[in-house]
């Protein structure tokens, strides 16, 4: 069986936490890995939202709490419990209907003991979401339901917008924030190098990462030159969700993970990358 290789190609991840780790996988895989963290978690130093959902979800005022992520969910447990007992919070959460976007927010909960009424199904986007909700109306209609959606940074306009259309009454809570890097020398060393064709592969596994190389890229007044070299690369993303930023900012991935798993994604772009970087080249896209 062959081994998946970059066969040497140029891999920048804009990892932050699993930075270290991330280098080895590409250059197990044959890969030479950059390495450009591109966001930080930042607790929000005010949890008044969070506290204000606490308050109310103990009150009895929230229909339905949607969960998008693992480590929101556990965050949000954790700002809650300073001021209640944990198993309060969970009877509480057992009598509202409890939505989890994915597998981790699903394993938090689960960690919890707290009952899930809806588990979205694969890929996991607020698409499914909504549709999960609708699917469901029989047994709570959204036109005047309550709902807290538990966010993880940015908030996803598109799920409020929908919700608020179909007659809910919608509470963010936003539990923690993203912000660029304290130090933001490798992210413009990242643009600088995409510029320069110096990068053959681009690895998004987050939204967010897309939102900041961008960010970083008109600040230097590179947008347009870094667009260009993103063109000339294979660029892959992790799933629905950071395809949908991609397109956003006017990039269409060359492939996305089959299952949104860092070490997938790693795999599939080994196997693949030679290939695309070769169409692109036949079509008249030098390196």
Same mark, same amino acid.
């Given at each position: 069986?062959?081994?998946?290789? $970059?066969?040497?190609?140029?891999?920048?991840?804009?990892?932050?936490?699993?930075? =270290?780790?991330?280098?080895?996988?590409?250059? =197990?895989?044959?890969?030479?890995?950059?390495?450009?963290?591109?966001?930080?978690?930042?607790?929000?130093?005010?949890?008044?939202?969070?506290? /204000?959902?606490?308050?109310?979800?103990?009150?009895?005022?929230? /229909?339905?709490?949607? $969960?998008?992520?693992?480590?929101?969910?556990?965050?949000?447990?954790?700002?809650?419990?300073?001021?209640?007992?944990?198993?309060?919070?969970?009877?509480?959460?057992?009598?509202?209907?409890?939505?989890? &976007?994915?597998?981790?927010?699903?394993?938090?909960? &689960?960690?919890?003991?707290?009952?899930?009424?809806?588990?979205?199904?694969?890929?996991?986007?607020?698409?499914?979401?909504?549709?999960?909700?609708?699917?469901?109306?029989? /047994?709570?209609?959204?036109?005047?339901?309550?709902?807290?959606?538990?966010?993880?940074?940015?908030?996803?306009?598109?799920?409020?917008?929908?919700?608020?259309?179909?007659?809910?009454?919608?509470?963010?809570?936003?539990?923690?924030?993203?912000?660029?890097?304290?130090?933001?020398?490798?992210?413009?060393?990242?643009?600088?190098?995409?510029?320069?064709?110096?990068?053959?592969?681009?690895? $998004?596994?987050?939204?967010?990462?897309?939102?900041?190389?961008?960010?970083?890229?008109?600040?230097?007044?590179?947008?347009?030159?870094?667009?260009?070299?993103?063109?000339?690369?294979?660029?892959?993303?992790?799933?629905?969700?950071?395809?949908?930023?991609?397109?956003?900012?006017?990039?269409?991935? /060359?492939?996305?993970?089959?299952?949104?798993?860092?070490?997938?994604?790693?795999?599939?772009?080994?196997?693949?990358?030679?290939?695309?970087?070769? =169409?692109?080249?036949? &079509?008249?896209?030098?390196?």
């Amino acid at each position: 069986m062959v081994t998946p290789s $970059f066969q040497g190609l140029r891999v920048l991840a804009l990892e932050s936490r699993r930075a =270290t780790e991330v280098a080895a996988l590409i250059s =197990t895989y044959g890969g030479e890995p950059l390495v450009a963290p591109a966001l930080r978690e930042v607790p929000l130093k005010s949890n008044t939202d969070a506290l /204000d959902f606490s308050a109310a979800l103990m009150r009895g005022e929230v /229909d339905i709490v949607i $969960f998008l992520t693992g480590v929101g969910t556990r965050a949000l447990v954790r700002v809650i419990e300073g001021t209640y007992p944990r198993d309060t919070v969970i009877a509480a959460l057992a009598r509202t209907k409890v939505v989890a &976007r994915g597998p981790k927010p699903l394993a938090a909960l &689960r960690e919890l003991a707290v009952p899930v009424w809806i588990a979205v199904p694969e890929p996991n986007t607020w698409r499914e979401l909504l549709a999960a909700l609708d699917a469901k109306t029989e /047994d709570r209609p959204l036109g005047g339901a309550r709902i807290a959606v538990q966010e993880y940074g940015i908030s996803n306009t598109e799920l409020l917008e929908a919700l608020r259309a179909r007659g809910a009454r919608v509470t963010r809570v936003p539990v923690y924030l993203w912000a660029l890097p304290e130090d933001v020398e490798p992210l413009k060393s990242a643009v600088t190098a995409i510029c320069r064709n110096e990068i053959d592969v681009v690895m $998004f596994t987050t939204s967010v990462q897309v939102v900041h190389l961008y960010q970083i890229a008109r600040e230097m007044r590179l947008e347009d030159h870094m667009q260009a070299g993103l063109a000339r690369s294979v660029v892959a993303s992790i799933g629905p969700t950071t395809s949908e930023e991609l397109r956003r900012h006017g990039l269409a991935p /060359d492939l996305e993970a089959s299952r949104g798993k860092f070490g997938i994604l790693v795999r599939e772009a080994a196997e693949r990358s030679a290939g695309l970087l070769r =169409t692109k080249r036949s &079509r008249g896209v030098s390196r």
